[in-house]
């Protein structure tokens, strides 16, 4: 009895064919861990970079300044409970009233900090980070002393001395969304600002999240 079987080339071809899948696909598979050990590499170069000021990095914010006041508050939609889901209802505000807020020479080395020790991004809109999440409030030596802190007052406001112009960033404590249920002892929001006193006190009317959210709707992680 007889039996077809694939002529030698063909086999040969297959063969072929077979190995170099495999050696194609090893090597696909090299070149991408590769890259992504050199990406890890080259992020963790960043990081220790940033982890520290760079030589003068600071100095524009240890000048003379003004006077900033200002006041701070977020609006955003209530929340109560429907069948199948929430709907929003009318606004609320919530102010930073009797907590922390900062103001941080907005700087590399800054945001990095944000992000490393407090989880916070500098976003257009600003950035709403919930209380459910355990943050240190403490900033590092390294650079602790070009940072402003002082405790909001009634209906949100806020004063800190001898700024010099620039770009800054304000971080604040505020009271948490009706929504939350009372969990939240308190969240986090950063925002961007620029002061421009020349000489002249500067007052900061930071509303976010307005009736039109004309400055950008505020993202809550």
């Given at each position: ?121 500098v976003a257009p809109g600003g950035f ?87 400055n950008g709707v505020i993202q809550r992680?």
């Amino acid at each position: 009895m007889n039996f077809d079987r694939p002529a030698l080339p063909a086999i040969s071809t297959m063969i072929l064919a077979a190995f170099l899948s495999t050696s194609l696909s090893g090597c696909v598979t090299g070149v991408v861990m590769a890259a992504a050990s050199l990406d890890r590499a080259r992020q963790e170069r960043q990081a220790q970079r940033l982890s520290q000021p760079a030589p003068g990095e600071y100095a524009w914010a240890t000048a003379p300044g003004v006077q900033v006041t200002g006041v701070f508050r977020l609006s955003t939609p209530k929340a109560r409970p429907v069948p199948g889901g929430v709907q929003n209802g009318p606004r609320e505000v919530l102010t930073c009233e009797g907590h922390r807020v900062r103001l941080i020479p907005d700087t590399p080395h800054s945001r990095f900090v944000l992000a490393d020790n407090f989880e916070l991004q500098v976003a257009p809109g600003g950035f709403w980070r919930n209380g459910f999440v355990a943050l240190e409030w403490e900033w590092p030596s390294v650079s602790a002393s070009v940072v402003r802190e002082t405790r909001c007052t009634t209906d949100g406001a806020f004063t800190f001395d001898n700024v010099p112009d620039g770009e800054w960033l304000i971080m604040a404590e505020i009271n948490p969304p009706s929504y939350d249920g009372g969990e939240s002892v308190t969240d986090t929001v950063l925002r961007a600002v620029t002061i421009q006193g020349r000489s002249r006190p500067v007052h900061l009317d930071i509303q976010i999240g307005g009736k039109d959210d004309v400055n950008g709707v505020i993202q809550r992680f």
